[in-house]
């Protein structure tokens, strides 16, 4: 096993590529490892551009992660926020702690002076070293929006707000009718994705949301042809368990493009890759054995583990479980 390409969101991706790491470094330290990571949840804010999932990837994998929110650095103080606030500006549903101001800050800097996202992602992860190559998903700004299906606060059903907002500030619990993708149809995959997709010794579609995170990237021009004609194999990690979104509230996305919240549901989404779809493999939850032989009368080949992300180790046995796929 040389290389291994992970297409990510945020919390749950970041989280299995840090057991990924651990398990590689015993099993086989030659391995490199590429994380394709989803930018459509990248907006701007006060002025600078927030990439969250990128964020979450690279302050867990280097170290510098608030774990229990999951996001965001720790020991964040909120005083540059209040000032904004104070002018009347800025998002009050949504977080700019003082720390991880100064990456935005960095960023947003790097951008305005002609660097790629790609160049100002590598420029950043200098310093958190998070032991694996980042990549987003596009050079190009994407922004998954939500269609509104009924009024709320100051918008109108029918008006797109962006993902951010909707999760946030609405906590998914406002009824939407679909996502677009704003500025996919200018968009092309970054430097390095689809080369890390065709040259892969192993693809891992790990416990991200399908819909909003792996779904985004995968709607990159090229990016799922790539997947369908890589000579690596695809395995993907169930990221429900017991007919739930473990934490967050993916369902409400899957409901929304009429896929059952369940490992069994996920997996038919993904499809198998002899019948047009993208998995050679698939790992569930224990607690969802039962959903194998539908899984595999679907033509993908699925065990089952424990895949709840506890600790270290027990993200490091999903990846062992993952590779032993
Ligand atoms: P986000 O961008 O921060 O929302 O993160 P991702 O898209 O990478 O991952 C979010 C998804 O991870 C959630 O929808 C959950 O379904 C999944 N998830 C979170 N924790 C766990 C876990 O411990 N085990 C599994 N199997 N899935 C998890
Ligand atoms: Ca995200």
Known sequence: MRNVTVLAGG??????TRGLLAHLAAAAPDAAVTVIVNTGDDMWLDGLRICPDLDTVMYTLGGGINEEQGWGRPEETRRTSSEIAAYGRGWSWFTLGDLDLA????RTDLLR???TLSEATAFLCQRWQ???RLLPMSDQPVETHVCLAENVDEHAAGDYIHFEEWWVRYRAQVAVTGFKQR???EAVAAPGVREAIRTADLIVL???NPVVSIGTILAVPGVRDALRS???RVVGVSPIIGG???RGMADACLRTIGVETSALGVGLHYGSRNRGGLLDAWLVDETDAAALPALAAAGIRSTAAPLWMRDLNATTAMAAAVLAL
């Not at 919390?11 to 299995?16: K, P, S």
């Open 244 to 246: 739930a979104a473990v």
């Open 11 to 16: 919390v749950g991706g970041a989280r299995f």
């Open 230 to 232: 890589t000579t690596a």
């Open 103 to 106: 990456t935005h800050i960095v």
């Open 183 to 185: 500025g996919l149809a």
């Open 206 to 208: 790990p416990p991200s």
């Open 113 to 115: 002076n002609g660097s």
């Open 130 to 132: 998070p032991g694996v």
